[in-house]
């Protein structure tokens, strides 16, 4: 540039951000302790590498192997554990980990983050969004969050009924939405619902709720994963909901079930479905049977995406600025 | 040419998606916390200019686009085609005036361009960032107007019309810039 000075290129070694960001980071996550140590919730800790990984078959996890010869999975969520602690008598507990996720790098994901996860004996998945709602009106000062229901947000915003619409018209406004031709033959009902969702549903919550930060609850019993289903007017229900901050996807929350014998069936459904899409087998994790069979107190528990958090805490546009370490540079 | 899977995406790579070869301009993974992943792409089709938004199941795959960018230079043109020349190997390549669209306002003999050819044959031309062309028709210049910021349209000798300051005379050399079409200085000759 004529006259200028190029500026100098970012050394290689250098972390993100500066003194004043880490220290915004290192204060928000200090807020959250006090928040849970003042309601009484343990802080609590669980193993990263573990025995067992993840059975979802839409999350990937990374392995290595143990001492013993025998693969461990780097753990996509401390869930497991964590309700082992409570099976044991743990009461309410909280934990801020790290999580992995393999093939998970974008503008809001990295393979490695942090997680905050915390559970509620007695609570059902509403009390749960209270207190969610509380810890993040604490930290990022926004209006106390709005709750709309799965189908709701779909019927307004993706012109879609959940429960009556066919896989056909399902896969047809998916291809609307700009999905290409085979991904739109390939995927299932669920995977369409959740191309509807990031496309059209997520950038519109905000607006139809009329505040930034929104509750997405109740959603399709084929989508439950380790919440209760309820049978609500007619229709089956999991007691499973979102948070989303100005379209930024933020906690997932359960009315966890409890009952062992419907869990180790949806374990072995998904399980199956692995196989099916040529997945890694993943062991169902005996341990965690088990601890459901002894007894898992009626609870609901929720994952909070903490780099996300501290994201938009900063103001910033993606989650490599809200980690000092991202995994391009780590 | 090999199919390339999302895992590979990335801006600038050419694709073939709906038959005609594209150019990735950005490419964003999105998954829901539970649920499967995709990747949306935005794309320029490399034959039309449009640009296009698809999504794609992450793990999908798309071939390959033959597509390679040559620097050639304009030699001269005819009825139909105008003539480009490889500056190394003399190889010779006419490109139809269809293929050249609006770079060819700009276009004089021995300009070196970058040339877009797909499955060898040429899909596009960009001409240099700057070119220098003479004035053919203008108003009269107004001397020692140099400060008034007002300007007129001149007709340079490939036929393009810019607008330029008052001052600019008939015969005079102008640089132009041809991404935006806009006047940056007389040349000296």
Known sequence: MPGGRAADPEPAWRPRGDRRRWERRARLIASIREFFAARGVLEVETPVLCARGAMDPAIRSFSTTGPDGRTRWLQSSPEYAMKRLLAAGSGPIFQISRAFRAGETGP???????????????????????????????????????????????????????DSDSDASLRARVRVAGASERTAAELERDGCLDLLLTHLVEPGLATLAGVPAVFLYDYPASQAALARVERKEGVERAERF????????????????????????????????????????????????????????????????????????????????????????? | MATISTNEFRSGLRLMVDDAPCAILDNEFVKPGKGQAFNRVRFRNLLTGRVIDRTFKSGESLPGADVVETELQYLYRDDDHWHFMHQETYEQLAVSEGVLGDTAKWLSEQDVCRVLLWNGEPIGVTPPNFVVLRVTDTEPGVRGDTASGANKPAVVETGATVRVPLFVDNGELLRIDTRTGEYVSRVKE
């Open chain 1, 108 to 162: 809001r994901h990295n393979p490695e983050f942090a997680l905050l996860e915390w559970y509620r004996p007695d609570f059902d998945h509403h009390r749960l969004m209270d207190e969610v709602g509380e810890l993040i009106v604490s930290i990022l000062g926004c209006e106390t969050p709005c709750r709309v229901s799965y189908v709701r947000a779909f019927r307004e915003l993706a012109g879609v009924d959940v």
């Open chain 1, 242 to 330: 979102e948070l989303y901050v100005d379209g930024v996807e933020l906690a997932n929350g359960y009315h966890e079930l409890t009952d062992a014998v419907e869990q180790r069936a949806r374990f072995e459904k998904e399980g199956r479905r692995r196989a099916r899409l040529g997945l890694t087998r993943m062991e169902v994790d005996e341990r965690l049977d088990c601890a459901l069979a002894h007894g898992l107190p009626p609870c609901s528990g929720v994952a909070l995406g903490l780099d996300r958090l501290v994201m938009l805490a900063l103001g910033v546009a993606g989650i490599e600025e809200a980690i000092a370490f991202p995994d391009t540079i780590a």
